[in-house]
Each structure stands twice: as structure tokens, then as C-alpha cells.
């Protein structure tokens, strides 16, 4: 789960990370409030909105009176932003957080993630921030450096300081930072994050370190420890079909191609997603129907899959072991039925019942196109999706 920009730096705050103060507001008219509320000689007017690169579409601006910060907020407020992260299609501003503007001597970068590969988590520090910590990366991998903190041990004062070298901090600067990671790293461990960034982090004009961004995400399948946490999901920033799969306990993510697929197991859904690229098609989702085989659950997948208007065919790959290939045709001809689909659809059954489940599919009188091999099947699902396209 993700959080805007300010809940993120209200959490923060109560781990003692210096962030700056402000308010959230709505309207212009609450944005020169707030403006007035804070007092100073200038302000940031941000847009909020779960995407970076929100400066470079418009979503940040400047302001020198509280006047100048109302119409900047009617500027940004309803605005579609399309920025890198938020495809093409654009997020539409709903909310807009006003603080003072900040004198910056430096921007750095810092974010606290999970390294899978070694079971710790892991500092990421640059002194190259305020720029897409992706692009960096990519074009300048030396200006990264990672420190993985060993879970056992905690964050020692070693690993502070190769962290405020690599970040060319003063002595003093170095305290703030080890007070600042160590309260990161509590918040991380506390909420069951997956992500924390700052960027950019910024050295003040008076040399004080103030985390000027932040970025939140959590664990969702931690979000059970943490039900005050849910009540800051803004519903209206995630894919809806995604939102609604969360609804129905559905493991569903959306993706951009046009075969659909519903696959029992979250290895072998990635493994149908490969073979379908593989066979030069692209997947539309994700989707693992888990344990569950009655003709409820197929129906609430088929609907999910269907509600992407992208989706041209469908293949469904199940590998039966503690479900029975039966009782899944038994709920594909059912949901079909009732949905009245007219997707052309390639099923693959393989293991418990599987004959017999494969026959009833061929028994139903309805137009499935069957498979013996998962290769076989994504072959298939990208021919009928290439007769569905003029010229091919």
C-alpha cells in the first residue's frame, strides 16, 4: 500500500525525522488559509499524488504571499499529471500540500528497501538527489552506495558513518544523519514497510538536514498488524480494478498486454506471464486464484479479467494438486454461463482429475480451445489474439 506525500512525512515525524510542517488542503481558498496559518516569506505548493516526477508536469510550485499560494493551488487542484510513473493516462489532483519553501545548499538522496537476496534491510545513499534515483542508476551506478544492515546487529555507528562520507557530511551533519537513519530504520521495521525514500534530502542553507520528500509503502500483507494504517488508503489513487481484486481477496495485479490470465499459484501465474512473452504476446495481469476452484471464485476472476477492456483473449493455466481440474471446469463452464463470455479462451489443465476435467470442458458445447502444454497453450492464446488483428 502507498501513502501521499504527507501522511508519509506526518509518520515520519513521530520517529523524530525532520521533516518540514505544513497542511494538507483541498481548495484554493483552504491553500491560502493554511498559507497565512504557517506564516514566512515563501512557499511550496505540492501536488499530491502516489507518482514522482511531479515537479517536471506542473505539480510543485513556488509562491512568495499567501495570495500567490491560491492560485498556484488553483493551478495544480484537478490538474491530470502525467509523469513517468504514472503512464500516459496521467493521476488527477485531489490535494495539494502547502509548506514553507525551504533554502537549499544541497539535495541527496536516501531510501531504506528490502534486499531479498541477503534477508536485511538495505540503505541506499547518493549524493545526486533530487533526481530519479532510477535514471542514477542506470547512468551513474557509482554515485550509489548501499549499506545493509544486518538484522541481528541493528544500525551500528560504523554504518552511519560510511553513510555520511558517501553523502560528504560535516561531523555535525553526521550526527543529524545517524539520528535521522536510525529513526527511519525503527519506522521500517515498526510499520512493516517495503519502502522508505527521501529524495531529496536536503543540507539546509543553515546546514541542517531536512528530509524535503518522503516516500512511504507498505507491506500489504503485513497491513493486518497495522489497521490504523488502512484508513489512509486512498482508493481513488489505486487501479480500480486492483482495488476491487483487493475486495474480493483476489491476488490480481494489472498489467498492459491483451491475454488474460488466471492461473492457480503465484510461481506458476510469473511462469505463464514469461511463456506468453516468450511466445510474443503480453500478458494483460496477474492473477492467482489460489485454493479456491468453486464457480464463485472463477466468476469474481473472469470479472476482473474482463473489466479490463484491453483483454482480447484469456488463457487459464491450472495445475491441480490440492484442488481437483474437475471441480475447476466444473466452475469455468458455470462462470462462462452466467457471464455470457464471448473472449475466445485457452485452457490448460494438468494434474488432479485432469482427464476428467478436460472432458467436461469439451462436453459443455461452449468454444474452448484446449491445450496439453502450457507452451502449447500461450501459442495458441497469441494466435487467436493475431487473428483478432487486421493484416496480421
Same mark, same amino acid.
Given at each position: ?290 485454493? %479456491?476452484?468453486?464457480?464463485? !471464485?472463477?466468476?469474481? @476472476?473472469?470479472? *476482473?479479467?474482463? $473489466?479490463?477492456? /484491453?483483454?482480447?483473449?484469456? #488463457? ?45 470442458? %469439451?462436453?459443455?458445447?461452449? !468454444?474452448?480451445?484446449? @491445450?496439453?502444454? *502450457?507452451?502449447? $497453450?500461450?501459442? /495458441?492464446?497469441?494466435?487467436? #489474439? ?7
Amino acid at each position: 500500500m502507498n501513502i501521499h506525500e504527507y501522511q508519509a512525512k506526518q509518520l515520519l515525524a513521530r520517529y523524530e525525522v525532520p521533516v518540514p510542517k505544513g497542511k494538507v488542503v483541498t481548495t484554493p481558498e483552504e491553500a491560502e488559509a493554511a498559507a497565512r496559518e504557517i506564516g514566512g516569506a515563501a512557499f511550496a505548493v505540492k501536488a499530491q499524488i502516489h507518482a514522482g516526477g511531479r515537479g517536471k508536469a506542473g505539480g510543485i510550485k513556488l509562491a512568495k504571499s499567501p495570495a500567490e499560494v491560491k492560485r498556484a493551488a488553483a493551478e495544480i487542484l484537478g490538474k491530470v499529471l502525467v509523469t513517468p510513473q504514472t503512464g500516459p493516462a496521467g493521476k488527477k489532483v485531489r490535494r495539494v500540500w502547502v509548506e514553507p519553501a525551504t533554502e537549499i545548499s544541497r539535495e541527496l538522496y536516501l531510501g531504506l528497501l528490502v534486499d531479498r537476496a541477503t534477508a536485511q534491510v538495505a540503505v541506499m545513499a547518493s549524493a545526486a538527489g533530487g533526481m530519479e534515483i532510477e535514471a542514477v542508476v542506470k547512468h551513474s551506478p557509482e554515485k550509489i552506495f548501499t549499506e545493509r544492515i544486518d538484522p541481528a546487529a541493528g544500525l551500528m555507528p560504523f554504518q552511519v558513518r560510511k553513510l555520511a562520507f558517501a553523502l560528504e557530511l560535516s561531523g555535525e551533519q553526521s550526527k543529524e544523519l545517524g539520528a535521522l537513519v536510525r529513526g527511519l530504520y525503527r519506522a521500517f521495521l515498526e510499520l512493516d514497510c517495503s519502502l522508505i525514500e527521501i529524495n531529496p534530502l536536503v543540507v539546509t542553507k543553515p546546514g541542517k538536514l531536512l528530509a524535503l520528500d518522503a516516500k512511504v509503502n507498505f507491506d500489504d500483507s503485513a497491513l493486518y498488524r497495522h489497521p490504523e494504517l488502512e484508513a489512509w488508503r486512498d482508493e481513488a489513487e489505486e487501479d480500480p480494478i486492483e482495488a476491487q481484486a483487493r475486495k474480493l481477496g483476489v491476488s490480481y495485479v494489472h498489467l498492459d498486454g491483451s491475454i488474460g490470465c488466471l492461473v492457480n499459484g503465484a510461481g506458476l501465474a510469473m511462469t505463464t506471464m514469461d511463456v506468453i512473452k516468450a511466445r510474443g504476446g503480453s500478458p494483460a495481469n496477474f492473477l492467482d486464484l489460489g485454493g %479456491r476452484a468453486d464457480t464463485e !471464485a472463477v466468476a469474481q @476472476a473472469l470479472s *476482473l479479467i474482463m $473489466a479490463d477492456p /484491453k483483454v482480447k483473449v484469456i #488463457l487459464i493455466n491450472i495445475f491441480a494438486g490440492i484442488i481437483r481440474c474437475d471441480m475447476i471446469a466444473e466452475g469455468i463452464i458455470a462462470a462462462v454461463k452466467q457471464m455470457s463470455l464471448k473472449v475466445p479462451m485457452v485452457i490448460r489443465l494438468s494434474g488432479t482429475n485432469y482427464e476428467k476435467g478436460r472432458q467436461m470442458l %469439451r462436453d459443455s458445447g461452449l !468454444a474452448f480451445t484446449m @491445450a496439453e502444454t *502450457l507452451n502449447e $497453450a500461450a501459442e /495458441k492464446a497469441v494466435a487467436l #489474439l493475431q487473428s483478432q488483428i487486421p493484416g496480421a
